[in-house]
């Protein structure tokens, strides 16, 4: 009767039923509450709200207010099509103290994740994982807070997806795939360049032989369970 | 002449190096011993040499009169930095024979007689071979050996050796101003102590031993005192010579030879166990370190690790295992002829273990870090040590020396200085993807275009060819826009780079909604660097 109650209290606010339940399925995947003294990590029990800091995903700010929800700690998500997409995330989540990961990217261009912010003393790049890129990222997942896994069009069977989710999952890892699909990832998004903007070539289309570009305009779509498919704009 | 034994803790031999400052300052001006010298202090000399000496210069003198008696006199200033550099030499010379030796000032070196007697049979062999080893280092010395150290001192000023428990009786006939000769072993106000027993008519040490040790105390203080013990020949402190550096090298003989990498990794990992025993017991950890082995075909191979961070013995023996790995599994003409026979580990670099303690209570982000790392090792364990690449900004123009990746543990230097200004640097955004392929930029008659030594191009760049993202883009590769060429002048003054032509890099943008990409045109070639994504 008071669990029915309660249920129906929960219900009326339906943001605090999804808090508990994320609460829920940290405390049974035995994630310990001691795990690091830092603000990042390990959802605890013992407090009765957790900041958002701590459970979701820092996004980039030009991804923040237009994407329809935020992105758990621990998910898997895939990402496609322009590369501008995974270093903003890089960029966000290094900028705000955690440590990432790139396996199997060699052609990431980092300078460019630095202009977007991002630190690079907790940046590591693992560019040739060898014959299992699967493994690595599974291994990184240990120590990091996020890990672009470059998959290079290999599929991925799904028995050993659900593992390696269920993995991120526990250690409070997110996991960005790229260049390839991943049976059951939580979000999709894709990125598509949608513009550029030359400043110095005049107004209008600009003028061949003047002007540089100056901003790549982005088209980012939002799919998958977390988040309804929803459409932004962003740089 | 050793008919009783010296009691035990005591005997102590004193190698005093004459006229010390002058002998230092005639070597750093490179003139022979034999030159005379005399080294001044507030206009007054305070050492000479020998030739100095038999023509008249005195201790004292001013400086314009010992020019006066001796004109062809070399007169430097006292630099004490100077005379401790180069009596260096003689200290090793003399650890070479017995080591443990105490530097009173330079000049004057004492140690413990009992072990080096011992060694070589006597005190005067001891003695023989001191004076063998410092002459070969360059310098003459005296040696003078007694049961106390401030009568050693004075024995080897006399250069003779004085027999167990005649301490007081040698002393005895010393003038009473031999009490303030020696620095090291005297107070400030030792001079007017010796000036004032004189004065009273106390002209010997002997006499000056035969007061009693109350009158001394009541009538001329503390140092009268110190002074008084040594004079009597009383106990004093024994030689505190510096302590050798601790041996840390780790050296393992392989039997059976070693030619497997697992076999490698297994001798790699219970030597890394050795040395990091010696390591803690020194309290240091390593932060470079040198691996050598030598093949039973004589060859020796060595490689030095550095590290950004002091060494783990798990990480020691990571490197172990890596550098046996490269070596052993070299292409044929490179590989070692033969098994490896001995496997030794070397600290370079040490640093102090403080710089391996963790904090008690952790520190924030600290932890993360480690973790972090932690995970790192291990893929670099699966992978090799050039798997993990870290990232750190580099001083460049293009975006692909603007970063420079070091392996995971190595010191993360940049190629170039960042912080440098670079005339000439590409503006942001930066290509989120960076390519090294060759490309055809062609102009509107499909002729190639090229950057000419002016930094221009021959004609209007009309369309790409050959271009992997072209050929993905809606367009046959003609392009809407263009900027550039930005020529770069690098290394002009190298015949070498600039026999390569000129460098210069394009911005172009695909007709029909292609990617804009950054060209790159050197060594008359142009190369699609980055594309904007």
């Known amino acids: 009767m008071t669990a029915a109650m309660n249920l129906d209290r929960d219900r009326s606010n339906r943001a605090e039923q999804v808090e508990h339940l994320r609460r829920k399925i940290a405390g049974m995947s035995g994630k310990a509450s ?19 800091s701590e459970t979701l995903l820092p996004l980039p700010e030009s991804l923040a207010g237009r994407l329809p929800g935020p992105l758990p700690r621990g998910s898997v998500a895939v990402l496609s099509g322009a590369r501008s997409l995974v270093l903003q ?6 900028a705000a103290g955690g440590h990432a990961a790139i396996v199997g990217q060699p052609d990431v261009g980092l300078l460019a994740a630095v202009e977007m912010g991002a630190d690079l003393s907790r940046l590591a790049v693992v560019p040739d994982p060898g014959i299992d890129p699967v493994e690595v990222a599974a291994v990184l997942m240990d120590g990091m807070d996020m890990v672009v896994l470059g998959l290079g069009a290999r599929s991925i069977a799904p028995t050993r997806a659900r593992a390696v989710t269920a993995r991120a999952r526990q250690k409070g890892c997110t996991l960005l795939v790229t260049g390839g699909d991943w049976p059951g990832a939580s979000a999709r998004l894709d990125a598509r360049v949608c513009g550029y903007e030359v400043t110095g070539a005049g107004s209008g289309p600009p003028t061949p032989g003047c002007g540089r570009i100056s901003r790549v305009r982005l088209d980012t779509t939002a799919g998958g369970r977390l988040a309804r498919p929803v459409r932004a704009v962003g740089e | 002449m050793t008919e009783f034994e010296r009691s035990a803790g005591a005997g102590v031999l004193a190698v005093w190096c004459m006229d010390w400052p002058a002998v230092a300052a005639a070597a750093a001006a490179g003139l022979p011993a034999t030159d005379p010298v005399a080294v001044t202090l507030a206009n007054r000399v305070v ?6 000496r038999a023509v008249g210069v005195r201790r004292g003198l001013r400086r314009r009169e010992a020019q006066a008696r001796c004109p062809q006199l070399h007169v430097v200033t006292a630099d004490p930095a100077r005379d401790a550099r180069h009596f260096e030499v003689v200290t090793a010379a003399v650890d070479e024979v017995v080591p443990r030796a105490e530097v009173m000032r330079p000049g004057l ?34 040696v003078g050996i007694a049961d106390q150290l401030p009568t050693a001192v004075f024995a080897a000023r006399a250069g003779c050796v004085v027999e167990p428990g005649g301490d007081a009786r040698f002393l005895s006939g010393l003038s009473i101003r031999q009490l303030a000769a020696e620095p090291s072993l005297a107070a400030a106000g030792r001079t007017d102590l010796a000036d004032l027993l004189w004065r009273l008519g106390i002209r010997t040490v002997g006499k000056f031993a035969a007061l009693s040790r109350g009158d001394v105390a009541s009538r001329f203080g503390a140092d009268a005192v110190v002074a008084h013990r040594f004079a009597r020949g009383e106990p004093a402190r024994g030689p505190s010579g510096r302590e050798l550096p601790p041996e840390l090298d780790a050296v393992m003989s392989c039997d059976p ?3 497997r990498v697992d076999a490698a990794a297994f001798a790699g990992r219970s030597l890394a166990g050795e040395l990091h ?3 803690e017991a020194a309290g240091v950890g390593c932060t470079r370190l040198a691996i050598r082995a030598v093949t039973a075909n004589g060859e020796e191979l060595q490689r030095v690790w550095r590290c950004a961070e002091p060494l783990t013995e798990d990480a020691t023996a990571d490197r172990v295992r890596w550098q046996l790995d490269g070596w052993l599994n070299r292409r044929r003409d490179d590989r070692p002829t033969a098994p490896i026979t001995t496997l030794s580990l070397h600290p370079v670099e040490v640093v102090s273990a403080a710089a391996l303690q963790l904090p008690l209570w952790g520190s924030s982000g600290d932890d993360d870090r480690l973790r972090a790392r932690r995970a790192l090792v291990r893929v670099q364990g699966l992978l090799g040590p050039e798997a993990v690449q870290v990232p750190v900004l580099s001083g460049g123009r293009g975006p692909a020396e603007r970063i420079t990746f070091t392996p995971l ?4 230097v940049p190629r170039a200085d960042p912080s440098q200004p670079w005339p000439g640097q590409l503006p942001e955004p930066s290509p989120t993807v960076l390519l090294d392929d060759p490309i055809e930029l062609l102009d509107a008659e499909g002729n190639p275009v090229r950057v000419t030594s002016r ?3 021959s004609a209007d760049p009309a369309r790409l060819t050959s271009s992997p993202v072209a050929v993905l883009a809606t367009g046959k590769g003609e392009l809407s826009w263009w900027a550039g060429p930005w020529p770069v002048d690098e290394r002009w003054w190298d015949p070498e780079q600039s026999a390569n032509g000129r460098t210069a890099r394009v911005q172009v943008l695909l007709d029909g909604g292609g990617p804009a990409m950054l060209l790159c045109y050197r060594q008359r070639r142009w190369y699609l660097e980055g594309v904007y994504e």
Do not use: I, N
């Open chain 2, 47 to 52: 050492a000479c040499s020998a030739a100095a």
């Open chain 2, 455 to 457: 930094g221009l191009f």
């Open chain 1, 89 to 94: 995330m890089v960029a966000a989540v290094t």
């Open chain 2, 277 to 279: 025993r010696s390591l």
């Open chain 2, 109 to 142: 070196l004492v140690l413990s007689v009992r072990g080096a007697a011992r060694y070589f049979g006597s005190e005067q062999a001891a003695a023989e071979r001191l004076v063998d080893a410092v002459a070969a280092a360059g310098a003459e010395c005296q």
């Open chain 2, 257 to 259: 030879p070693v030619d």
């Open chain 1, 34 to 52: 001691g795990s690091g003294g830092s603000p990042w990590r390990g959802p605890s029990p013992s407090k009765a709200a957790l900041p958002d």
């Open chain 2, 409 to 412: 543990g190595d010191e993360p």
